[in-house]
């Protein structure tokens, strides 16, 4: 199983409409997760953090499930400014620090 | 504040050439990072900076080395490149490391080698 694994995609969605997107990581010891966003071209960009409860950040919903070692990443009414991709990180650390990108799920959220 | 701050932007060398990608970062930030991303691989770290005067191997460090030369600036340098290492080369930051700090990424340099 690959360390951190995602859906590339892509997703076609209309305005409006709601998309859940996965990332799944192969270490149980891992303690820190994130969401990004890369537009075309451009640099990634923090999206939000993924907290244990599950956290909200207006349209967007990020959740984790540490028994299925997976993340989720929830958008409603979706907008064409959100066509991007979206990228999971998975940290562990200790004296065995490691960093992980999947390597991305691309929206297109069409008109 | 300019953030994390990438130069050069574009570059094209030959095979065998060398040269040192520069970054700087203004967020007072502790650790750094050099990642490469090419298409179907993803973001993969080459190389980090833990803290000022400590540096380690990410997951693809060969045929690169690396200079944390301050708390700002952290260097990432190709010896002798090859066409294997056309990609784009992004630098990050983040408060401190491990744990649960986000990355703070530069633009970008685009690299090409023939």
């Known amino acids: 199983r690959k360390e951190v694994e995602q859906d590339p995609g892509p997703f076609n969605v209309p305005e409006g409409a709601t998309v859940a997107f996965n990332c799944t990581y192969s270490?149980?010891?891992?303690?820190?997760f994130f969401w990004y966003r890369q537009d075309c071209r451009k640099e990634p960009k923090l999206l939000m953090s993924?907290?244990?409860s599950g956290n909200e950040d207006g349209r967007f919903t990020a959740q984790l499930n540490r028994a299925s070692q997976y993340i989720s990443l929830l958008i409603r009414d979706s907008k064409l400014s959100d066509s991007a991709t979206y990228l999971c990180v998975v940290i562990w650390g200790g004296s065995n620090y490691k960093l992980t990108f999947g390597k991305g799920t691309l929206l297109t959220v069409n008109p | 504040n300019a953030g994390v701050t990438q130069t050069p932007k574009f570059q094209v060398l030959k095979t065998g050439q060398s040269m040192t990608l520069q970054c700087a970062q203004d967020m007072n930030h502790n650790s750094m990072y050099w990642y490469r991303q090419d298409p179907g691989m993803g973001l993969r770290l080459i190389y980090y900076s833990a803290s000022e005067g400590t540096t380690d191997k990410g997951e693809v460090p060969n045929g690169y080395n690396v200079s944390r030369l301050n708390k700002r600036e952290f260097s990432l340098r190709l010896e002798s490149a090859a066409p294997s290492q056309t990609s784009v080369y992004f630098c990050?930051?983040?408060?401190?490391?491990?744990?649960?700090?986000?990355?703070?990424f530069g633009d970008g340099t685009r690299l090409s080698i023939l």
């Open positions: 270490n149980s010891a891992s303690q820190s």
């Open positions: 993924v907290y244990s």
């Open positions: 990050a930051s983040s408060e401190r490391q491990p744990g649960n700090q986000p990355q703070h």
